[in-house]
């Protein structure tokens, strides 16, 4: 959308409009230069273009993050033949492209802007033989369409970092949350994007991740290297690797090396989890496994996302967070009004609030059934009950109220490194109980006996066979 945007072009939908004499089938979508406009299109980024140009879109391969790719297949008013137009990750177009047409710098370039953290595109377009009918052509299949495409460049993107990220993530970094990167971006874009916000901190080493299991029979080859260095070098002495306790090093790997440790190395994928702070080319079931695995290894995982190949993972976490009002709203059982982070923090906080409430609430009524069960006792063991106005008085006034004051505890202001306790069932909420109890028994015993004591304490006269009772 933004680089349709850039080029102020319009695109005109008539889905129902039957055939179009100008090409003889329906075209369910045309683009053309801006009317009116001299010249056509803007000519700082799309060139000068003729007034009466138009395009038919007649057919659409939507991106497809398992393919990494968009495709569509067009043709211009007048023209005798139909062209492909491609456009993706760079390395996945340029597979399928004549090897001639890419030029020999291309993996150096890719690497150049990556590592900026630019986003890169790669686009290519094909031309398909004149006279092809369109009968023909919409028989043909998605890779007939692609292979031995002419890779046309790369698209170079800058999507800078939100203010509010910095904030968020140093935040969550200073109530000792750890956080990570999902992403089906370039991976050096992602490890870039990585430092740039500080989610991997300044003095911390980023180690690659490289898994080849493209030899059939043999074990899995997995190599470690430094991205950020000149030339990527790679680590000969992997005994540095085998403590996952330094806090001076994390991972980085892609979604291809992500699968193959995943079925290979069962283990090895356990350590690179654990320390895993980018993860870059990931389709959307690998984002689900990567969170099972970081449930399965005892951690609280939240999820940010706003694309529908978030919506799986949104589920999967513990607490999804959408931050639009597209698919990913769907899936997520929070959505942020604002596109950013900063609801992440605010999010634990009214959790861990709520968590502490409830538990607070759930021990208090607890400890308050059973004080007030050891009174009634003490007042039945002198052949008495409470009048129901005590009880009345009691209920209200010493069990409700406190309990719609705990209810409505706001959070803390600030993301406190102190976690609550996640059981109520475990042994300090329990301990704290039973002391309470304990004390408060002790106490009622001793004003009981105090009381007795006193000089003006009168004894209760029990009468047999009295009802109601006499007062006390």
């Not at 990220?165 to 949350?177: K, P, Q, V």
């Not at 085998?242 to 440790?261: H, P, R």
């Not at 994928?269 to 496994?289: D, N, S, T």
Request: proline share 5%; with cysteine; hydrophobic share 40%.
């Amino acid at each position: 959308i933004k680089l349709f945007e850039a080029i102020n072009w319009e695109l005109t939908e008539q889905r129902h409009s039957g055939s179009n004499p100008d090409y003889g089938i329906p075209t369910p979508t045309l683009v053309s230069p801006p009317k009116g406009q001299k010249n056509g299109g803007n000519t700082k980024i799309g060139g000068i273009a003729p007034s009466n140009l138009e395009i038919a879109l007649l057919k659409q391969y939507p991106f497809d993050s398992a393919v990494q790719r968009m495709t569509v297949v067009a043709k211009k008013k007048g023209a005798q033949y139909y062209t492909v137009f491609v456009k993706g990750a760079p390395e996945k177009v340029a597979s399928f492209c004549r090897p001639e047409t890419i030029p020999a710098e291309f993996s150096n370039l890719l690497q150049y802007y990556t590592k900026q953290g630019f986003r890169v595109i790669g686009a290519s377009a094909k031309s398909l033989k004149h006279g092809m009918k369109w009968s023909e052509v919409d028989e043909l299949t998605r890779s007939q369409l692609e292979e031995g495409s002419d890779f046309l460049g790369l698209i170079i993107m800058q999507n800078l970092l939100k203010k509010e990220t910095y904030g968020a993530i140093a935040e969550l970094h200073g109530a000792d949350i750890v956080t990570l990167m999902v992403t089906g971006d370039n991976i050096q874009t992602a490890i870039s994007v990585a430092r740039d916000c500080e989610l991997v901190k300044p003095d911390q080493t980023i180690i690659r991740v490289v898994a080849d299991d493209s030899i059939v029979g043999q074990q899995l080859s997995v190599t470690y290297s430094l991205p950020e260095s000149e030339t990527a070098s790679i680590i000969q002495d992997t005994s540095q690797m085998q403590n996952m306790t330094s806090e001076n090093y994390v991972f980085a790997c892609d979604g291809k090396t992500f699968n193959s440790i995943r079925t290979k190395d069962p283990e090895l994928f356990k350590r690179i989890v654990h320390r895993g702070k980018v993860f870059a080319r990931m389709l959307p079931e690998q984002k689900i496994e990567l969170i099972e695995c970081l449930k399965g290894l005892g951690r609280q995982v939240i999820m940010c996302g706003d694309g529908c190949n978030d919506c799986g993972a949104l589920k999967t976490a513990h607490a999804g967070i959408s931050l639009s009002m597209a698919e990913a709203s769907v899936a997520a059982p929070f959505t942020s009004r604002n596109v950013n982070i900063s609801c992440v923090p605010y999010v634990i906080r009214e959790g861990r609030a709520t968590m502490v409430s409830a538990f607070a609430s759930f021990k208090f009524g607890v400890a308050f059934c059973f004080t007030q069960l050891i009174s009634v006792l003490m007042v039945f063991y002198i052949g008495t009950e409470p009048s129901d106005n005590q009880y009345l008085v009691v209920d209200i006034g010493l069990a409700a109220i406190p309990i719609l004051l705990i209810g409505n505890t706001a959070p803390h202001d600030i993301l406190a490194k102190r976690k609550p306790t996640r059981h109520l069932l475990s042994f300090l909420p329990m301990f704290s109980v039973v002391s309470f109890l304990f004390f408060q028994t002790i106490a009622y015993i001793f004003i009981w006996f105090y009381v007795r004591a006193q000089d003006w304490f009168v004894e209760y006269q029990f009468v047999q066979d009295l009802y109601p009772p006499n007062t006390s």
